[in-house]
């Protein structure tokens, strides 16, 4: 089945503490995107990435960082700069005609 | 960066009942639109999506929207909702470099 994981399903993050959120997508598609959804805001762009060793931040990156070092995977890091990380993020890919398809989501709570 | 406004953020209404949600959006240039919907506990989907042609697309489920360039809209139709369709529907624009933005969302609930 082609499509797009993200683990954990939900992660716990204690003050002061990275954590990396999984996003894998079996889709050859070239473009990856994370977005952090808060209710009542939809969804706002974290970074993005159109090729392999390549990203950009999107409108709210501060106190994240990615990486982008294989086609299939685009790990987001959420550092304890992020001073208000308890969100439900997104991972998404684009392919030819710029269609967006989005894993399932990852919560993110903080203890 | 794109604005995109929907307007509405809560809707309730009876099953068979008429669904319209409204969306705008702040760029004058070339935009894809797209709507997707995020059923309870679900991913979030693509419902349909307008490109470039005939402006009135259709999508899954019997949903269908109407592009009006000269109104920057893209609007959500149902004519007649059922207790499935309960769920928040996103409202998405993009410019050349595929990346979305997305409107507030709205969140529809449907009474049986």
């Known amino acids: 089945d082609g499509g797009i994981t993200q683990s954990p399903k939900y992660l716990f993050r204690k003050e002061g503490q990275n954590v990396t959120l999984s996003c894998e997508q079996n889709l050859n598609h070239d473009a990856m995107y994370w977005y952090r959804q808060d209710p009542g805001q939809g969804l706002r762009l974290i970074y993005y990435s159109q090729i392999v060793n390549d990203f950009q931040k999107g409108d709210i990156a501060e106190g994240y960082s990615v990486s982008r070092e294989k086609k299939e995977s685009f790990p987001l890091t959420v550092t304890s700069a992020q001073k208000n990380p308890t969100a439900f993020y997104l991972c998404?890919?684009?392919?030819?005609?710029?269609?967006?398809?989005f894993g399932p989501g990852t919560r993110l709570l903080v203890l | 960066a794109q604005s995109v406004s929907q307007h509405n953020h809560h809707v309730i209404l009876s099953e068979a009942a008429s669904l319209e949600l409204g969306c705008n959006y702040s760029?004058?240039?070339?935009?894809?639109l797209f709507w997707y919907v995020q059923y309870p506990g679900q991913h979030l989907q693509l419902l349909l999506k307008y490109f470039s042609g005939d402006p009135l697309v259709k999508g899954i489920k019997g949903f269908e929207a109407e592009f009006i360039k000269s109104k920057f809209s893209f609007n959500l139709r149902k004519p007649s909702v059922q207790w499935s369709d309960t769920a928040e529907y996103f409202c998405?624009?993009?410019?050349?470099?595929?990346?979305?933005?997305f409107g507030a969302g709205t969140t529809v609930t449907v009474r049986a």
């Open positions: 760029y004058g240039g070339t935009v894809n």
């Open positions: 998405a624009v993009n410019e050349a470099d595929y990346k979305l933005s």
């Open positions: 998404a890919s684009t392919g030819p005609g710029g269609t967006q398809y």
